[in-house]
């Protein structure tokens, strides 16, 4: 009898590869975040499905704040005037 090995499957991409690498196509490329996270997932052929996953913390909100400049989204607060 053979022993079972452990199988460990390596992501493709982390989180802070992802926030690096969306960043660096922001500035340097002048591409919006979703234009970049798109971008990423075409080169490394992962589903955008999967990548949603990924979006935390402070590229979530500047995805977030991008929608809703965009009116992608509904903006979440109001502003008084």
């Given amino acids: 009898m053979s022993k079972r090995q452990k199988v460990v499957i390596k992501p493709s991409i982390t989180k802070e590869e992802l926030r690096i690498q969306v960043e660096k196509l922001v500035s340097h490329d002048n591409m919006t975040y979703t234009e970049a996270i798109i971008e990423?997932?075409?080169?490394?052929?992962?589903?955008?499905?999967?990548?949603?996953?990924?979006?935390?913390?402070?590229?979530?909100?500047?995805?977030?704040?991008?929608?809703?400049?965009?009116?992608?989204?509904?903006?979440?607060?109001?502003?008084?005037?």
């Fill in 40 to 81: 990423i997932c075409e080169r490394k052929e992962i589903d955008p499905a999967d990548m949603a996953k990924l979006v935390k913390g402070p590229l979530k909100l500047k995805l977030e704040a991008e929608a809703m400049d965009r009116n992608i989204i509904k903006r979440t607060t109001t502003t008084l005037f």
